[in-house]
């Protein structure tokens, strides 16, 4: 039954992140104004949140759950996706950045700041699709070794 909650809770917490991520796609744009930069500040706080417990639940659903850690651990595609989730969350780390400065200077954000965090985002949308094939892959008995 852990497994079958752990597994429900994961699913459920990265749909979510990948909702908050393409709320984010959508709200970021070149005519953003004041109102929309408390916005998308709001919603980020949220998709830093979400991150942390996916971490939380991902790491203990691969200790606790059926497979148990040594199925993770000996998977090449898992250590892919914890590399691409990581590295996502380092790519978000800019864009937050700036969200920030842009709610506490009270001044619209130029085109060009928009447009660096809107090509930063990209990157995390793209690199998004890779989780779910490297877990089915890895599901699947793939990468181990």
């Known amino acids: 039954m852990l497994d079958l909650v752990l597994a429900i809770a994961h699913h459920l917490l990265v749909f979510a992140l990948f909702g908050i991520l393409f709320a984010e796609f959508m709200l970021v744009r070149r005519d953003m104004d004041l109102a929309a930069?408390?916005?998308?500040?709001?919603?980020?706080?949220?998709?830093?949140?979400?991150?942390?417990?996916?971490?939380?639940?991902?790491?203990?659903r691969a200790a606790m759950a059926a497979k148990g850690w040594d199925y993770y651990a000996h998977n090449a595609f898992f250590w892919a996706k914890v590399g691409v989730f990581l590295a996502i969350g380092l790519i978000s780390v800019p864009p937050t950045i700036a969200f920030i400065r842009w709610r506490r200077s009270e001044v619209?954000?130029?085109?060009?700041?928009?447009?660096?965090?809107?090509?930063?985002?990209?990157?995390e949308v793209a690199l998004f699709a890779l989780l779910p094939a490297f877990a089915a892959a890895m599901a699947r008995g793939y990468g181990q070794f």
């Open 108 to 123: 619209a954000p130029t085109a060009a700041q928009v447009a660096g965090v809107r090509r930063l985002i990209h990157v």
């Open 37 to 60: 930069v408390r916005r998308v500040s709001a919603i980020d706080l949220g998709y830093g949140a979400l991150a942390g417990l996916i971490v939380v639940v991902g790491f203990a």
